[in-house]
């Protein structure tokens, strides 16, 4: 691939919002003070502040075993919802109630949740375990019901281990009924980096990585974040059911260069891929396939368009471990969204989504046969789906639009559109949120300490309602990371888009502010699978 023309790639201050220390910050304290209750009344009440329809959407999701055909004649045996990957896109309206029962019917003693990301819902249906609720046992159901309140571009995956990294995911698109925006037609685009059920599983993915850490036992007594609730040195144990006997040693049929570890093969880790928008490592697992809407490029999705028609593309980056840069051949994408929240537009060339972001964009289509390419970011190969308006050929799957090149925008040099701005007023709480850890002992970490989901409430980050409140972001690593926060939507600075998934790039401060609107026990984390996974989690936590 050509180098990046760095004339038009916007990155200026990318990782440096935010203006310098306030009094405001927060104080350290000997005791914890009385937290929200994810059920309480604080809770109950605010949800009764949301407008409603009175429109209920019953759904029914059942997590199960699946063998998915992903197209071009790979199989994959891995976990989905009802049998698909993306599971079936939910879409309603804003004030809608989606009723959606979870059905657990995954092998042997795994437990899973669903969780909604980018929705300011309910903290008790917020799907983490165990901090908002119990994690649904197999053979058991569980219904989450709460108000809709923000359009957007939204999707679902479970926050038990690392089953964010298999087939359980979907999109989840709230409409406005006021909507502002002209189009013809619109088409959600899901990416994914796959390795389940194909080289190996994600537990076995997570193991390898944490090898640099002596094996399986963390060692200090510490669970891990991403929900596992195990008891089992953070490992989910009932992920390990459907490995299918598969050793760290077994061949793959896309082995990764010879590092080693302890006598251990590397089957599974990335080694030595650097990304400049990243600012250093790509990521940390080499991943077999890139996919877009469930299938690989050699048998693509096919978007059915005329010439002409505007389309608003929807982009959801479900994967586990990988940031795609995406474009459309012979196109300009105008970003209208970012996180469901709308933007100033900008007309671009490419656009970079991390794992857990979702960007909307306008497209004015041409006539003919056009790939859409979702280049893994450092990692040197694509995920293609095409859009076709006339007659013509299907590029080659290794097609490399010369867009991928051209003007990449990143989220820090969008501006959020007047009716979502915040306005300005008085920062009342501070909390500095210092990215820490690293590859050699996987001890992915924030301030210094890893989550322990064996004691979620140990060390909140304490906010109260009617609060602003600012988080700075500060990575000390040499790795970028998503970092994620459940329930709100924050914005970048102060007139930055408004987003609930942000990369904080390495050696990199980030400051974002949101108004404490949403009472109840929230999580923080990067959405790096593994890392989150590894201990890269908080609680932000409402003081009752």
Same mark, same amino acid.
């Given at each position: 691939?050509?180098?990046i ?17 306030l ?8 005791s ?10 604080a809770?109950a009440?605010?949800? @009764?502040?949301?407008?409603?329809t009175g429109?209920?959407?019953?759904v ?5 075993p699946?063998?998915l055909d992903l197209?071009?004649?790979v199989? +994959?045996k891995?976990?989905?919802?009802s049998?698909?990957?993306?599971g @079936?896109?939910?879409?309603?309206s ?23 990301h980018?929705l300011a819902l ?10 908002t609720?119990? =994690?649904?046992?197999?053979?058991s ?6 108000l809709?309140?923000a ?8 926050h038990?281990?690392?089953?964010l990294?298999r087939?359980l995911?979907?999109p989840?698109?709230v409409e406005?009924?006021k ?18 059920g194909v080289?190996g599983?994600?537990?076995?993915? %997570?193991a ?7 094996g ?21 144990m ?6 299918g ?5 077994a061949d793959s049929?896309?082995?990764?260069a010879s590092?080693?570890?302890g006598? !251990?093969s590397?089957? %599974?880790?990335? !080694? ?9 490592? +790509?990521?940390?697992?080499k991943?077999?396939y890139?996919l877009?809407n469930?299938r690989v490029? =050699?048998?693509?999705d ?7 028609r ?6 959801i ?5 990988? +940031? ?6 012979g ?10 929240y ?7 060339? +490419? ?14 289509l041409?006539d ?11 990692k040197?190969?694509t995920?293609m789906?095409?859009?076709r ?12 639009p010369?867009?991928l090149?051209g003007?990449?925008m990143?989220a ?9 701005r915040?306005?300005?007023?008085k920062v009342?709480r501070v ?11 996987y001890?992915w ?6 989550f322990?989901m ?7 980050l304490m906010i109260?309602e ?12 040499e !790795?970028?990371?998503? !970092?994620h926060?459940?329930g709100h939507t ?11 998934t942000?990369?904080?790039l390495?050696?990199?401060k980030?400051?974002v502010?949101?108004?404490a609107d949403?009472?109840?026990?929230w ?5 790096n699978?593994?890392h ?6 908080a609680?932000?936590a409402?003081?009752?």
């Amino acid at each position: 691939m050509n180098s990046i023309n760095r004339r038009s790639v916007l990155l200026a201050g990318l990782g440096v919002a935010g203006a310098g220390a306030l009094a405001a910050c927060t104080s350290s304290s000997s005791s914890t003070p009385a937290l929200v209750n994810p059920s309480g009344s604080a809770v109950a009440a605010t949800e @009764k502040k949301r407008p409603s329809t009175g429109t209920v959407r019953n759904v029914t999701l059942t997590a199960a075993p699946a063998m998915l055909d992903l197209g071009g004649g790979v199989m +994959a045996k891995t976990w989905a919802f009802s049998g698909r990957a993306p599971g @079936k896109e939910i879409r309603l309206s804003v004030g809608d109630t989606l009723a959606a029962e979870l059905s657990n019917q995954l092998p042997g003693k795994t437990t899973t949740s669903i969780h909604w990301h980018g929705l300011a819902l309910r903290s008790d249906m917020d799907g983490v375990p165990p901090v908002t609720q119990q =994690a649904v046992r197999a053979g058991s159901n569980f219904t989450y019901r709460f108000l809709t309140d923000a359009p957007g571009t939204y999707f679902f995956h479970p926050h038990v281990g690392v089953q964010l990294d298999r087939g359980l995911y979907a999109p989840l698109i709230v409409e406005d009924p006021k909507e502002p925006l002209s189009y013809d037609d619109e088409w959600v685009v899901v990416l994914d980096d796959w390795v389940d059920g194909v080289t190996g599983t994600p537990d076995e993915v %997570f193991a390898e990585l944490r090898q640099g850490m002596g094996g399986m036992d963390m060692g200090d007594g510490s669970s891990s974040g991403a929900g596992s609730g195990s008891g089992h040195g953070g490992h989910d144990m009932g992920d390990m059911g459907d490995m299918g006997g598969m050793g760290m040693g077994a061949d793959s049929a896309s082995p990764s260069a010879s590092h080693s570890s302890g006598g !251990m093969s590397m089957k %599974f880790m990335l !080694m030595g891929a650097e990304s400049e928008l990243l600012g250093g490592d +790509a990521g940390d697992v080499k991943y077999p396939y890139h996919l877009i809407n469930g299938r690989v490029p =050699a048998d693509p999705d096919v978007y059915q368009g005329q010439p002409g028609r505007r389309v608003r593309l929807r982009i959801i980056n479900a994967g586990g471990d990988t +940031a795609y840069r995406v474009a459309l051949g012979g196109h300009k994408l105008t970003i209208t969204h970012t996180d469901g929240y709308p933007v100033e537009h900008q007309q671009v060339d +490419a656009l970079l989504v991390g794992m857990g972001e979702r960007y909307d964009v306008l497209v004015t289509l041409g006539d003919g046969v056009f790939p859409l390419v979702a280049l893994a970011e450092g990692k040197e190969t694509t995920g293609m789906a095409l859009v076709r308006t006339g007659s013509g050929s299907a590029p080659k799957t290794t097609v490399r639009p010369k867009e991928l090149d051209g003007m990449i925008m990143t989220a820090s040099q969008l501006r959020a559109a007047d009716e979502v701005r915040l306005e300005s007023k008085k920062v009342d709480r501070v909390h500095r949120i210092e990215l820490t850890g690293g590859m050699d002992k996987y001890n992915w970490a924030i301030n210094g300490t890893r989550f322990d989901m064996n004691d979620p409430t140990a060390n909140p980050l304490m906010i109260e309602e009617g609060q602003r409140v600012r988080l700075d972001f500060v990575n000390t690593t040499e !790795m970028w990371h998503p !970092m994620h926060l459940h329930g709100h939507t924050y914005q970048l600075g102060s007139s930055g888009p408004r987003k609930d998934t942000s990369i904080v790039l390495p050696k990199k401060k980030l400051s974002v502010i949101f108004d404490a609107d949403n009472p109840g026990q929230w999580m923080l984390h990067c959405h790096n699978a593994y890392h989150g996974e590894a201990g890269m989690m908080a609680l932000v936590a409402y003081q009752a």
